[in-house]
């Protein structure tokens, strides 16, 4: 079978787009060695040509990665350079045999000519590939039910990065055994955000006794309010810019959670939870933050000040 050696992949997961390129290098038994990877918002077309037709030194094939090819896109992303296409086009009917080249773009304009002409010329790879189906990937030997699976996801606030990490650790703690509930609650442990997300969930959806409990059990930890205040203020300007987003881009969360740069899931879930703050509510809440801001810069008890703010919820 004729190996490809254009590839387009439609996404904007970093993981899954990490999968596929792995998946592209085992179909052409080839390793990250012979990566070489272009930002595209930078990096002008005719470089990466350069490069894919220039003799390949010391290594028998190069496998060059275009990343944010916006201009495949609607629309172009903010301060990318602009892009000639006339070389580019003539590279795409008469590629080198030698080296690949893996386009990376997270949506597609069907209208342009050079789109069409790559639907036609290259693999086109569009599947998402979920965290259930990673996990199941990566688990090698050993195995988990579906309840852990989505217990470990949960755990780990569907973060695709430390879910992986995550699961590299439970793989040598077990060995070849089933990896169970209690596994993940010994071994992974969970940052100082992860414990305090629950806490600030409760302030969100203004369940006062909830958010008591989480705020002692908390303390009783060792946990410093110095900790917890900057990132409730976090979450709470999280919230705020995202709700106005939300309405400028017609509830699209995740387009909204890439342009704040957060993980999707939590950021759903941190704006489903305070669907009862309005925007002044917030503003409200960020000026009380302030201040404990204030307290504990000038090394005054923010203790009291954080309790209060619970009461008030």
């Known amino acids: 079978m004729e190996m490809k050696t254009i590839y387009l992949i439609i996404s904007n997961n970093h993981i899954t787009i990490k999968e596929h390129i792995s998946n592209i290098l085992k179909d052409n038994s080839l390793t990250e060695e ?5 930002d595209m918002n930078d990096i002008s077309l005719d470089t990466v040509i350069n490069d894919l037709d220039t003799y390949n030194f010391l290594m028998p094939k190069k496998v060059v990665v275009c990343d944010n090819c916006s201009f495949l896109s609607p629309t172009k992303n903010k301060g990318a ?14 590629p080198s045999p030698e080296n690949i080249l893996i386009l ?12 069409k002409l790559l639907k036609e010329k290259a693999e086109i790879i569009s599947k998402e590939v979920s965290i259930r189906d990673l996990i199941k990937l990566h688990l ?22 430390k879910i992986l990490n995550e699961l590299e650790k ?12 209690e596994d993940i609650d010994k071994i992974v442990l969970k940052s100082f955000n992860d414990s305090a997300f629950p806490l600030f969930d409760a302030i969100m959806r203004r369940n006062k006794t909830r958010a008591i409990n989480l705020y002692n059990e908390l303390i009783e930890q060792g946990k410093s309010i110095k ?39 939590r950021f759903r879930k941190s704006i489903e939870s305070s669907y009862n703050y309005t925007l002044s509510d917030i503003l409200h809440k960020l000026e009380m933050i302030d201040d404990m801001e204030i307290m504990m810069k000038t090394n005054k008890s923010t203790l009291a000040c954080f309790e209060v703010f619970i009461y008030s919820l």
Request: a negative charge; hydrophobic letters at 35%.
């Open 34 to 38: 012979y990566l070489i990877n272009y």
């Open 140 to 161: 090698d030997s050993c195995k988990m039910s579906n309840f852990v699976i989505e217990y470990l996801i949960d755990y780990c606030g569907n973060d695709y990065d």
């Open 104 to 115: 990376i773009c997270d949506k597609l304009d069907e209208r342009k000519q050079i789109v």
């Open 81 to 94: 350079i602009e892009q000639d296409l006339k070389n580019f086009t003539k590279y795409i009917n008469n």
């Open 227 to 265: 900790d917890l205040i900057p990132l409730l203020a976090e979450q709470f300007r999280m919230i705020y810019n995202g709700k106005i987003l939300l309405k400028e881009h017609n509830n699209n969360f995740e387009e909204v959670a890439n342009i704040l740069k957060i993980n999707p899931y």
């Open 170 to 181: 439970l793989k040598c703690y077990k060995l070849d055994e089933e990896i169970t509930k």
